[in-house]
């Protein structure tokens, strides 16, 4: 894209390069003069008179506005001077020596007497010396670094070449801006899916194509939407499209764009970006990631120091207030979070449209893919349909990511076309992290990872809820050793029936390991995080525990709660309570495991030959599962296309 950054760097540049320039001929030429002159040096005025007495000096120069004396050596007796410099400058050229006088009438009776006494015949000239442009540069040196040091320091705090002239536009915004009438705009044809979201901008269009429509019925053209939704779902995207189709000027900026170390600078690049819109209107300013200047105010006074945020978000709210209703600049924003947002921010006349996209279900990532596939070379195996089942909870990004990722994999193979393994590597590659070819296990870590993994895939075999098997692999990707990949259901509730399936089966891991190799190992580390965290919400968020039923202890508006809403008793409660039911699914899945003991040793014996199996190995293992449904449809699957997909439960190794 095209980005039209109507900041070209300022006059000011060139003239420091030129001054940069200029500094350098004048040190060169210090250091080449000095090096010219053949024998030079300073002497004592003791010393001075040393060299007379000893009849070696030739010739005196005296500058008398100076008190400075040059004392020309006689080039024969320069070796008793100089020692061995002498020796290697042959042919000498005049060797010189400067005393500092400090009584000219003094040095004078001192040469009478000397020429008096016979030590001293040469000649004495008096001069007068003006300063030479090397005093002139060497006296005005410090100066020219301290401003140069200066100079340099506003400009990388002003935000370099894009903020333009230093520290003098560190109150300008830092705004990218897209003209409009641009060729390559986006539109909503490159937005695949989000039907809803794109419904409620196209009136946002409308508005900014046909404002008078709207006015003349008396009505208000909006100022803002908050556009929220997961990273990746495409806000940027869609506020891109919004300005595309409108064809006006779209204003892209970051949140955090606005917060500097200066007092002052996040209100000034407000008002400054402001400013700019006005001129453009109508056009469309689009802040993303709004929460790093949207936060609720002075909820946490106890952490002071951001004051600096908050004159920001003051100043952002004055703004909306102060231009007029009928401006013609909307403001959209993003942000995952609207529950930390300022509500000041989300009243009438502000961001009073909220505008939600979600992670696409499987017939929006269908349509992402073919956004997304316009532009590749595919070879006719490649499967839209298989694609987008592959890859459940990718965000656009993440798919946009694949496809890419897809070419270049083809591309390193040499390949004329995209072809679906290519496909299979990316979304592997994207949810795993690189194969770690390089990692080597011996052979009982091997044996170990191998029962943890098949320890998770058989508990999930058994467990009604747990979500259906895809593959399991013991081979080391990203900082993962082993991994067992599941379908998850893309369901918006989850009941306590799947919360402790679920946690039962990422137990199976550590229960297989205590129960078959007699050891327990840090490989279950990420395991017991996760299952920790998930207990603790379940019994003091969710309300999902016998002694604490019914009770909420989340805050969606408390940012920072630094005291807890519950007694230091209900604390204790919430732990016992939390390694209780941890304990009880580790139980549950260890007799589990012993019960179908022999499957799972089956099991891991073919992951440690195999390093990777599928769901149908599983199968002929244990039979068909018996809460079969869904993984009917994920074998069917995995016997069309022998490599499978999806997300979670890798187990990692901390360092
Ligand atoms: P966000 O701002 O929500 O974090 P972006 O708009 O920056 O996400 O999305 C990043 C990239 O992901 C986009 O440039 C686009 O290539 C791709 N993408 C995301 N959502 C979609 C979508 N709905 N349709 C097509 N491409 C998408
Ligand atoms: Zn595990």
Redesign the pocket.
């Known amino acids: 894209m095209a980005d039209n950054n109507d900041k070209k760097p300022k006059g000011g540049f060139k003239g420091i390069s030129w001054f940069y320039i200029i500094l350098f001929i004048g040190l060169g030429y210090i250091l080449l003069k000095d090096d010219n002159t053949s024998l030079s040096g300073t002497a004592t005025y003791t010393e001075f008179k040393d060299y007379v007495d000893k009849g070696y000096v030739s010739e005196l120069v005296i500058y008398s506005n100076m008190n400075s004396v040059d004392m020309y050596i006689k080039p024969d007796s320069a070796k008793y001077i100089f020692g061995d410099r002498a020796l290697q400058q042959q042919p000498l050229t005049k060797p010189m020596l400067t005393v500092g006088v400090g009584s000219l009438d003094n040095l004078q009776e001192y040469l009478d007497n000397a020429e008096a006494e016979g030590k001293f015949n040469g000649q004495v000239e008096y001069r007068k010396r003006s300063h030479t442009i090397t005093d002139i540069l060497i006296n005005i040196f410090p100066f020219v670094l301290i401003i140069a040091l200066w100079i340099f320091m506003s400009k990388r705090l002003g935000g370099g070449a894009a903020g333009g002239g230093g520290v003098f536009s560190v109150g300008k915004s830092k705004a990218r801006i897209y003209e409009k009438g641009q060729a390559d705009r986006v539109t909503f044809k ?5 039907a809803e979201a794109k419904t409620e901008v196209e009136e946002i269009v409308e508005f900014l194509k046909n404002p008078k429509k709207y006015t003349d019925l008396g009505g208000k053209i909006p100022k803002g939407a908050l ?1 929220v ?12 499209a919004v300005a595309g189709e409108a064809d006006v000027p779209f204003f892209s900026l970051s949140g955090s764009d606005f917060v500097e170390m200066f007092v002052g600078v996040g209100a000034s690049r407000v008002r400054d970006l402001f400013r700019q819109a006005k001129e453009k209107a109508p056009c469309i300013i689009f802040i ?1 990631e709004i929460d790093a200047v949207g936060r609720a105010r002075g909820k946490n006074p106890a952490m002071g120091g951001n004051d600096e945020r908050e004159n920001t978000l003051n100043q952002l709210l004055t703004e909306m207030d102060g231009f007029g209703t009928n401006s013609g600049v909307i403001i959209l924003a ?1 942000t ?1 979070r609207v529950d930390i947002l300022d509500k000041a921010l989300l009243r009438a006349g502000r961001f009073d449209r909220q505008i939600h ?1 979600d992670l ?1 279900d499987l017939n ?1 990532r269908k ?2 893919f073919g ?2 596939l316009k532009n590749i070379k595919l070879s006719k195996d490649v499967d839209i349909d298989l694609l987008a089942r592959q890859t459940p909870g990718f ?7 694949v496809c890419n990722e897809a070419a270049l994999i083809a591309a390193r193979h040499n390949k004329k076309k995209v072809e679906k393994d290519d496909f299979l590597s990316a979304v592997d590659r994207i949810v795993g992290g690189l194969e770690k070819k390089t990692k080597v296990l011996t052979a009982d870590e091997k044996r170990t990872i191998a029962l943890h993994e098949a320890g998770h895939a058989t508990l999930s075999w058994f467990l009604e809820y747990a979500n259906p098997l895809i593959k399991v692999t013991i081979v080391p990707r990203g900082r993962a050793l082993g991994a067992a990949w599941y379908l998850p259901e893309e369901r918006q509730i989850t009941t306590k029936e799947q919360m402790l399936d679920e946690m039962c089966a990422t137990l199976g891991g550590r229960a297989a390991e205590e129960l078959f190799t007699g050891h327990i190992s840090t490989g279950a580390m990420n395991d017991l995080e996760r299952v920790t965290k998930q207990a603790y919400g379940m019994i003091a968020y969710a309300g999902m525990s016998d002694k604490l039923a019914n009770l909420c202890y989340y805050s969606s508006t408390d940012e920072y709660a630094f005291q807890k809403p519950y007694s230091d008793k209900t604390a204790q409660l919430i732990d016992e309570e939390v390694k209780a039911l941890i304990a009880q699914q580790y139980e549950r899945g260890k007799k589990l495991l012993l019960e179908h003991e022999e499957g799972h040793h089956q099991l891991a014996q073919l992951l440690i030959e195999r390093e990777v199996i599928m769901a149908e190995d599983v199968e002929r293992i244990f039979g068909k599962r018996p809460w079969a449904s869904r993984s009917e449809e994920i074998l069917e699957d995995s016997k069309s296309s022998e490599n499978k997909p999806v997300t979670e439960n890798k187990d990692r190794v901390e360092p």
């Open positions: 490159d937005v695949a899916g989000q556009l939704g997961p990273p990746g779902t495409g806000k940027t995207l869609l506020a891109k993303d993003a995952n996209l696409p929006e349509e992402v956004v997304h965000s656009g990004a993440d798919i946009a990511n």
